[in-house]
C-alpha cells in the first residue's frame, strides 16, 4: 500500500508508528533506517537526539474512494507522473480564465460552447482524484484577486472531491463539475448595484438576485447546450430540502442529486471564504453551518460524507469509528482528534470511557457522524 511521510513531534511517536526517514546520530552514523518500527526504546534514544520533529508513515485512511471506471483510473495513472503544485496551478489560471471569458462573451451575447468548461472540468478532475488533499490547497484557489472566480473554483473542485466520494463515475463528474463551476453565471445578468449593494436589500432587490438561477438555467441550456441534469445545477442550487429555497422550492427529492451537492458546497465555501489567511476557525464554523441545517436545508446523507471528506469535526460531534466504536470528538484537529469512546462496536455502552487519538493511530479514521444527536445538543443550548 502507498504510504505518505508525516512529520511529527518527537514528544507525539508512539510505538508501532513506522519511519519515513534515515535517523543518523550526532556523528552522523545511521541510528535507524527508514521503514523500522519503532519501539520504546528506540523512541527513548530519539530523545536524546534533541531533534524536535521526525518523518513517520501514514497509512491512506482513505479507501472509500472508488476508480469506479476505466477513465478514472487511467486519469489517476496519468496524473502521477506530473509535477502536482504546477498542473494545480495552471488549472487554477486556466479556470479562472474560462470563467472570465464565459462571463465577457454572456455580456457580449455571443455563443459560448459547453466543450470549453468540460475541457476545463476534466483538467480538474484529474488533479482532484491524484489527491483528494488537493482540499488543503483551497486557501491557494482562493489567492484568485477575484471572489466570484475564485469562488466557482472552489465549488466545482469542493463538489467534485464529493462526486468521487460518492461513486460517481466519469460522466457524472463531468456534469456535476461543469454545472458546480458555472452554477452562479446567471449572476452576470443581475444589475451589479444590487449585487454588490452594501445594504440591506429590499424585498423586491432580494426578488431580483433570486432569478440569477432562472438566467444561469437558461444560458446553460439554451446558449451553452448543455443537457438538463447540468443546467439544472444553475437553477436549483438554492432549493432546499425542507422546501424554503428558491425559485420553485422544491424539496427532498424534487431536488436532482447534483443541485444538493453544489447547494452544500456553495454555502460551505462562502462561508470559509470569509476566513483570514491561515485562520482555520471559519472551516469550523461551516461544517457547523452545515451539521445545524442538515435535514432542513441539506441533505442529511450528503452532509455527513461531505464533513468526513472535510475532515472538520467540531468538539461534542458524535462519531463512528472504522472499528465500529462510537465516540465523542473531544479536541479540534483536522482528520485526527481525540475520540472519547463510548459505545463499542457490538453497540454496548461502555462504563469505562477511553480515548483514542487518531492522530496517533493511523489506522483509525472517521467514518460517519451522528447528526440527530449533535441537532438534538445544540436545541438545548440555543
Ligand atoms: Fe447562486
Known amino acids: 500500500m502507498k504510504t505518505n511521510k508525516r512529520k511529527v513531534g518527537v514528544s507525539e511517536l508512539a510505538e508501532g508508528m513506522t519511519l519515513a526517514e534515515t535517523i543518523f546520530d550526532i556523528d552522523g552514523k545511521t541510528l535507524f533506517s527508514e521503514g523500522l518500527k519503532l519501539n520504546k526504546k528506540r523512541i527513548d534514544r530519539i530523545f536524546l537526539l534533541n531533534a ?36 494545480l496551478n495552471e488549472a487554477r489560471v486556466e479556470a479562472s480564465k474560462v470563467v472570465e471569458n464565459i462571463i465577457e462573451q454572456v455580456m ?34 482562493s489567492s484568485i484577486d477575484d471572489y466570484i472566480f475564485s469562488h466557482s473554483v472552489n465549488v466545482c473542485v469542493l463538489s467534485l472531491i464529493t462526486g468521487i466520494f460518492l461513486g460517481f463515475n466519469h460522466q457524472k463528474l463531468l456534469m456535476l463539475g461543469s454545472g458546480a463551476l458555472i452554477h452562479d453565471i446567471g449572476k452576470m445578468l443581475v444589475p451589479v448595484s444590487i449585487l454588490n449593494k452594501p445594504d440591506k436589500l429590499t424585498e423586491e432587490e432580494y426578488k431580483i438576485i433570486q432569478q440569477h438561477t432562472v438566467y444561469g438555467h437558461k444560458i446553460l441550456r439554451d446558449t451553452m447546450k448543455f443537457s438538463d441534469e447540468v443546467a439544472t445545477i444553475a437553477l436549483s442550487h438554492h432549493e432546499r430540502v425542507d422546501g424554503k429555497g428558491y425559485p420553485n422550492q422544491l424539496s427532498k427529492n ?120 449533535y441537532q438534538a445538543k445544540q436545541r438545548l443550548l440555543n
Not at 63 to 81: L, M, Q, R, Y
Open 52 to 87: 524536535k520533529t521526525i518523518f513517520i508513515e501514514e497509512i491512506p485512511k482513505r479507501t472509500e474512494k472508488k476508480a469506479n471506471d476505466d477513465f478514472v483510473k487511467n486519469k489517476i495513472e496519468e496524473v502521477k507522473s506530473l509535477n502536482k503544485e504546477r498542473v
Open 108 to 141: 457580449d451575447a455571443r455563443s459560448i460552447k459547453s466543450e470549453k468548461i468540460t475541457k476545463i472540468v476534466e483538467k480538474i478532475i484529474g488533479i482532484v482524484l491524484q489527491d483528494d488533499k488537493v482540499v488543503l490547497n483551497l486557501a491557494n484557489l
Open 254 to 373: 424534487e431536488i436532482s442529486k447534483f443541485s444538493k451537492i453544489v447547494g452544500i458546497t456553495d454555502v460551505f465555501d462562502a462561508i470559509t471564504s470569509k476566513r483570514v489567511s491561515c485562520d482555520k476557525i471559519s472551516y469550523y464554523k461551516g461544517v457547523e453551518y452545515l451539521l445545524k441545517n442538515a435535514n432542513t436545508q441539506f441533505d442529511g446523507d450528503i452532509v455527513k460524507k461531505f464533513i468526513t471528506i472535510i475532515g472538520y469535526y467540531p468538539i461534542g460531534l458524535y462519531v463512528q469509528l472504522n472499528t465500529g466504536d462510537i465516540g465523542m470528538v473531544i479536541t479540534k484537529n483536522k482528520l485526527c482528534p481525540v475520540v472519547k469512546v463510548t459505545i463499542d462496536s457490538n453497540g454496548n455502552k461502555l462504563r469505562n470511557h477511553y480515548e483514542i487519538d487518531i492522530n496517533r493511530n493511523p489506522s483509525i479514521s472517521i467514518v460517519d457522524i451522528n447528526l440527530e444527536e
